[in-house]
């Protein structure tokens, strides 16, 4: 009867002290994660609204010198293609810069329970954050090329949108999948996630439900 005692106790002296040690190893798990998120989306927003200024600029460029990339004649169709290109490009630059992918690292308190709450709400926001963008870039990036091409094939015919979408529509799932998606990733890894399912037999029939979280 002793045993049992002291191995009760002894167990109620424990199970606080592992929890916590759970706690803090999920925070600094989760911490961790945020924080290189965090550098990642950073360097995306920035590296790509270098790369669409750089476009928006270049492409301007040649309208104005009245100069051809390809070093084909420069007529008008391909003044305008560089023009359409350009304000695409400064379109790019702009949700860039106006709607930069951040992603937030909460701000380290002392208990490191009360802190995996914290930091699992921020994981969910970051993922949300994550896909809202990625389908933002892609849908987004889709729908201006189609106007542009839609324009130059009104103004040029279809050969002329034909080739500006094709040089400039995998831009968008370029930007797109280069972006840090990790946090959406693992924030629907721990998602919960529900089963409905049907079975009959000679009782009748009986609807059932699922779940793991």
Request: hydrophobic share 50%.
């Amino acid at each position: 009867m002793r045993r049992i005692v002291l191995v009760t106790i002894l167990l109620a002296f424990a199970a606080p002290h592992a929890r916590a040690e759970s706690c803090e190893a999920e925070a600094a798990e989760l911490r961790a994660h945020l924080e290189l998120e965090a550098c990642k989306a950073f360097r995306w927003n920035t590296l790509w609204a270098i790369a669409f200024g750089t476009a928006a600029v270049g492409q301007l460029g040649f309208a104005l010198a009245e100069v051809s990339p390809t070093g084909g004649d420069f007529d008008r169709a391909t003044e305008e293609t560089l023009y359409v290109g350009a304000t695409k490009a400064t379109i790019g630059v702009l949700a860039r810069v106006t709607m930069p992918l951040r992603i937030t690292v909460p701000a380290t308190s002392g208990d490191a329970c009360a802190q995996v709450t914290i930091l699992r709400a921020a994981l969910a926001e970051a993922g949300r954050r994550e896909r809202r963008s990625f389908w933002l870039t892609h849908l987004g990036g889709t729908a201006l090329n189609l106007a542009g091409a839609g324009f130059l094939t009104a103004r040029h015919g279809l050969t002329t949108g034909a080739v500006s979408f094709a040089i400039s529509y995998p831009v968008g799932p370029a930007s797109a999948y280069t972006q840090p998606r990790g946090s959406w990733k693992k924030w629907r890894a721990q998602r919960a996630t529900w089963v409905v399912g049907m079975s009959g037999g000679d009782a009748g029939a009986q609807l059932w439900l699922g779940g793991a979280w």
